[in-house]
């Protein structure tokens, strides 16, 4: 597609819920990264993939995250037993090979955990 | 202490001035150096890229790199409604697979 997109926009869900967020990176865009966007805090990197390489997982906050990617492209971001601190925007972001030049990013999706 | 620190603002200004937006950072190592515009609800764009110390002019923005002070600057000049955002610095080291975001400026132009 022209741009990442990123489904669904705003997501409201109960305490203790599992969710999935989807990122559609641009068409030939081999890296992909999540970040999480918390009101009055900067971008916090999350997941970096890059091609059929391991992903560098090192920003996940705790093992109820999870993100994979499939076939190079689609990518899940999943967060089990949600809980109130995870409220904030999730962000994708794709670019060609290391991301040096810069991300474009997704609208990003919103989540409210109630 | 944070990697990069931006002064959240708000910052109002009226239109047609010149607005100056900082960040200062803590890692030597980084040679990437970005501006970001996010519109409210929408994801970040990308809007100055800089590759170690300089400056680069695009229309009426110019960024700047100070690498010995760990200082960088975008400079608006003759400032818009339009470019009311909310501003972020980002900046990597030549290896590294993230970029460090700064919190954010917020940006009002008054008409």
């Known amino acids: 597609g022209a741009g990442v997109s990123q489904s669904p926009s705003n997501k409201v869900t109960e305490k203790g819920k599992d969710v999935e967020l989807r990122c559609d990176p641009i068409s030939g865009h081999t890296a992909l990264y999540w970040y999480r966007q918390s009101l009055g805090q900067g971008l916090e990197f999350l997941i970096y993939?890059?091609?059929?390489?391991?992903?560098?997982k090192s920003g996940l906050p705790s093992d109820r995250f999870s993100a994979e990617r499939t076939g190079g492209s689609v990518s899940t971001l999943t967060i089990q037993r949600t809980q109130q601190e995870d409220s904030a925007v999730y962000l994708c972001?794709?670019?060609?090979?290391?991301?040096?030049?810069?991300?474009?990013f997704g609208s990003g999706t919103r989540l409210t955990v109630v | 202490q944070k990697e990069v620190e931006q002064d959240p603002g708000p910052l109002s200004v009226p239109e047609g001035a010149i607005v100056s937006l900082n960040c200062t950072y803590s890692n030597s190592a980084f040679q990437y150096f970005m501006w970001y515009r996010q519109y409210s609800r929408k994801g970040p764009e990308l809007l100055m890229y800089t590759y170690s110390s300089g400056n680069k002019e695009d229309g009426r923005f110019t960024a700047q790199v100070d690498k010995s002070s760990k200082y960088i600057s975008l400079f608006i000049r003759d400032s818009q409604p339009s470019d009311s955002a909310t501003y972020l610095c980002?900046?990597?080291?030549?290896?590294?697979?993230?970029?460090?975001f700064g919190t954010g400026t917020s940006l009002t132009v008054i008409p």
């Open positions: 972001a794709s670019s060609k090979h290391l991301a040096n030049y810069g991300y474009t």
């Open positions: 980002a900046m990597s080291a030549q290896t590294s697979n993230q970029f460090y």
């Open positions: 993939f890059q091609g059929n390489s391991a992903p560098d």
